[in-house]
C-alpha cells in the first residue's frame, strides 16, 4: 500500500502540456544510471501485486512492465515490477503468499492506511495532513498538469486523492507549493 505524492510550485491547470523528453535533458542519461547518488527502486510489500502494477500504470501510462526471465508468477509470489521512462527508477510491488507475514497480515496495515486516509479527506479527523501520508513515493515535478490530467481521464478509478496548499517561508525558499496525495486501492 503507498500514496504517490506530487508537489510542484505550479498548480497545474493548464492541461495539455507537453511532457518532458529525454533529449531535453543536457546529460547522459546511460550516465544517470550509474552514478553513486541515483535512487533505483521504491519496494513494498502488497496484499494484491496484479491491483498495484494496474494502479501505477495508470498514473504512470509510459512505464514499462519489467520482465524478470527467472520469475515464475504464482509459483510462489507475486510482482509488479514497472520502471519509469527516461529515468532508471522502478516501483516494485511483491506479494506473497509462501511465508508468514507476521504479527500484523499486509491487507489489515493497508486497511489502517486506508482508514487514516479517508479520515482526513473526508473530514472526519481533526487534523488536514496525517503523518501517515509521510509512507509515500514523492516526486517533485514541473507542474501537476498531467497528473491531475490523469485523474479526469480515470475518475472512475483514481477516486481517492487530495491536494494541499502550502508555504515554505524561510530566506532560502519563500514559496507557495501545492502536493497532489493519490492514494492506492486497497
Not at 508468477?73 to 508468514?100: G, M, N, V, W, Y
Not at 489502517?112 to 503523518?131: L, R
Request: proline share 4%; glycine share 4%.
Amino acid at each position: 500500500l503507498w500514496s504517490l505524492v506530487f508537489i510542484s510550485n505550479d498548480v497545474g491547470i493548464a492541461y495539455g502540456a507537453e511532457d518532458s523528453s529525454a533529449a531535453e535533458f543536457d546529460f547522459d542519461l546511460s550516465d544517470l544510471c550509474v552514478s553513486e547518488f541515483h535512487i533505483e527502486k521504491y519496494t513494498l510489500a502488497s496484499s494484491d501485486s496484479y491491483r498495484d502494477n494496474e494502479f501505477t500504470m495508470l498514473i504512470f501510462p509510459s512505464a514499462d512492465a519489467e520482465y524478470a526471465p527467472h520469475f515464475i508468477q504464482d509459483l510462489c509470489a507475486r510482482q509488479s515490477k514497472c520502471s519509469l521512462p527516461f529515468s532508471c527508477f522502478k516501483i516494485h510491488a511483491p506479494q506473497t503468499d509462501q511465508h508468514e507475514e507476521g504479527y500484523l497480515s499486509v491487507k489489515a496495515l493497508e486497511n489502517e492506511f486506508s482508514k487514516k486516509f479517508f479520515a482526513v479527506i473526508n473530514g472526519n479527523s481533526d487534523y488536514k495532513f496525517d503523518a501517515f501520508f509521510d509512507y509515500s513515493l514523492g516526486f517533485w515535478v514541473d507542474t501537476l498538469d498531467k497528473y491531475l490530467q490523469r485523474i479526469n481521464d480515470n475518475a472512475d478509478l483514481l477516486t481517492d486523492y487530495i491536494g494541499l496548499k502550502w508555504e515554505s517561508p524561510s530566506p532560502t525558499v519563500d514559496r507557495t507549493f501545492w502536493s497532489l496525495i493519490i492514494h492506492s486501492p486497497a
